[in-house]
């Protein structure tokens, strides 16, 4: 079982080239080695479950803060729509941009009046946004 709750993939189209980071959450990939790693296993769900919400909260800080694929971004050869909100305070929107200057061919989009949940606090902006992007490619 990994440390962190949450990693990041680079998978191989079948054309040979790179697909996008695939963020997946680390019980997709869970298979304990044996009774004493299933009885781990099993322990640690129980203690995630089980535990008070600020210690699930810094489980998934610390899982954030340990999840890191930049050096993974150029390998990216898919279309790339980076999403900001103009008013978010959680993410600055300096990471974002590297993030698009990092993925070739990436487009950044700025969403006035928007904090760190788009989709929800402007969800017919970021709609459009997404829709008008995927009819695109």
Do not use: Y
């Not at 954030?64 to 930049?70: E, I, P, T």
């Not at 999403?83 to 929107?93: E, H, M, N, Q």
Request: with cysteine.
């Amino acid at each position: 079982m990994r440390d962190t709750a949450v990693h990041a993939e680079v998978h191989e189209a079948a054309d040979g080239s790179a697909g996008g980071p695939v963020v997946v959450n680390g019980f997709a990939r869970w298979r304990p080695a044996g009774g004493r790693g299933a009885a781990r296993a099993l322990l640690r769900l129980a203690l995630l479950v089980g535990a008070p919400m600020p210690v699930a909260a810094a489980h998934n800080l610390r899982a954030l803060a340990r999840f890191d694929v930049r050096g993974q971004l150029a390998a990216v050869r898919r279309p790339t729509l980076v999403v900001a909100g103009a008013c978010d305070r959680t993410v600055p929107l300096a990471a974002k941009r590297a993030l698009a200057r990092g993925i070739p061919g990436a487009r950044l989009v700025v969403v006035p009046a928007s904090g760190h949940a788009t989709p929800m606090d402007r969800a017919d902006a970021f709609n459009r946004l997404v829709l008008g992007f995927i009819a695109a490619h």
